[in-house]
T-cell receptor, first 109, second 116 residues
């Protein structure tokens, strides 16, 4: 079983739609959680950290459920520029990051 | 540009050849990481340095792979006797170290390796 699992998609949604991504992680000792965004042929960039209390950054909302070892990302009012691969990431200890496979999102006009 | 830089950006080599990649971290960052990303997958951790000390190596880092950071600044990743399975994007990242559980890692643009 992979340490971080997420639905690879692809997700194709119309502009303005709300889209949700989920991921699960297997290491219950993990302490830090993130969503990264990766554009085609570019490096990953931190989108947002994820906290147990949930956190919001504009149109993006992230949630963490430690009991279920589940992380989510919600994108509201999606824009064409949101098209990218979204990577669920867990701090795997000793500063290393453990990435999920990534979920590819395409926003259609 | 004060971000993480990597060189070369692309490398095509024949099977059995040796290759070396370079990473220059953000100047005040004392931690440096190497990851590998294959098509359709997320990056996988290979190794990391704090200053010049290599503190962790993944089991993915076979004996054909060696990484160095001799003066605690730039790092090199060498692959000896390349195999077709080594074809991937090799990403470098850097971060500061502090008392936090986690310090954001900033990624470079990567070196794309193709082994023919």
């Amino acid at each position: 079983r992979k340490e971080v699992e997420q639905d690879p998609g692809p997700f194709n949604v119309p502009e303005g739609a709300t889209v949700a991504f989920n991921c699960t992680y297997s290491n219950s000792a993990s302490q830090s959680f993130f969503w990264y965004r990766q554009d085609c042929r570019k490096e990953p960039k931190l989108l947002m950290s994820v906290y147990s209390s949930g956190n919001e950054d504009g149109r993006f909302t992230a949630q963490l459920n430690r009991a279920s070892q589940y992380i989510s990302l919600l994108i509201r009012d999606s824009k064409l520029s949101d098209s990218a691969t979204y990577l669920c990431v867990v701090n795997g200890g000793a500063q290393k990051l453990v990435f999920g496979q990534g979920t590819r999102l395409t926003i259609n006009p | 540009d004060t971000g993480v830089s990597q060189d070369p950006r692309h490398k095509i080599t024949k099977r059995g050849q040796n290759v070396t990649f370079r990473c220059d971290p953000i100047s005040e960052h004392n931690r440096l990481y190497w990851y590998r990303q294959t098509l359709g997958q997320g990056p996988e951790f290979l190794t990391y340095f704090q200053n010049e000390a290599q503190l962790e190596k993944s089991r993915l880092l076979s004996d054909r792979f060696s990484a160095e950071r001799p003066k605690g600044s730039f790092s090199t990743l060498e692959i000896q006797r390349t195999e077709q399975g080594d074809s991937a994007m090799y990403l470098c990242a850097s971060s500061v170290s502090s008392g936090s559980i986690y310090n954001e890692q900033f990624f470079g643009p990567g070196t794309r390796l193709t082994v023919l």
